[in-house]
């Protein structure tokens, strides 16, 4: 094939290409078109929507929630004086110990393999934080469950058990 000829085709294929664009601008445009000055949708209404930055936020969530934030906060309280180390697994570059609670993995923390290089390290780590005190932090929500932030005796979150706002269970799993 000659030099000219691939020119001509290369032309040809990035006319249609622009062309093709230019149709689907196009098209959009006729599609959203509703006669009116300014966006064919009315955001005037919405909750969520903050105007003239273009970011979603979500609204305050407004659920059928029956536990309140503190009572999410007392339940884990009452919880953590029962927590119980469960098995230890290799995660490549660090250990994940897992918490429990009746039974049911509500929690894994997270050591890394400098500080404990063994996974009899990683246990005791975690035993002897347990020993020090945890407490329960301030709880977040999000939609029907709080994360309610574990902290150690030095003020570091070392994970998360959830509480769901519509019975006060904890809930097992991640």
């Not at 979500?58 to 953590?80: D, L």
């Amino acid at each position: 094939m000659g030099l000219n000829r691939r020119i001509v085709l290369l032309a040809i294929v990035i006319a249609a290409v622009t062309a093709s664009g230019l149709l689907a601008s196009g098209a959009f445009a006729a599609v959203t078109n509703t006669g009116l000055a300014g966006s064919p949708l009315d955001y005037s209404t919405a909750t969520h929507w903050r105007h003239g930055t273009g970011n979603m936020t979500r609204p305050p969530w407004q659920g059928n929630v029956t536990v309140t934030s503190e009572q999410a906060a007392t339940i884990v309280s009452g919880a953590v004086k029962a927590l119980q180390i469960g098995e230890v697994k290799d995660g490549g570059s660090v250990w994940m110990v897992s918490i429990k609670y009746n039974d049911k993995v509500v929690m894994t923390v997270l050591l890394g393999k400098l500080n404990t290089p063994t996974s009899g390290d990683a246990l005791k780590a975690v035993q002897d934080s347990i020993g020090r005190g945890w407490s329960a932090g301030e709880p977040k929500q999000h939609g029907f469950t709080y994360n309610v932030p574990i902290v150690d005796a030095n003020g570091n979150a070392v994970g998360n058990i959830r509480v769901d706002g519509r019975t006060g269970d904890i809930t097992a799993g991640f």
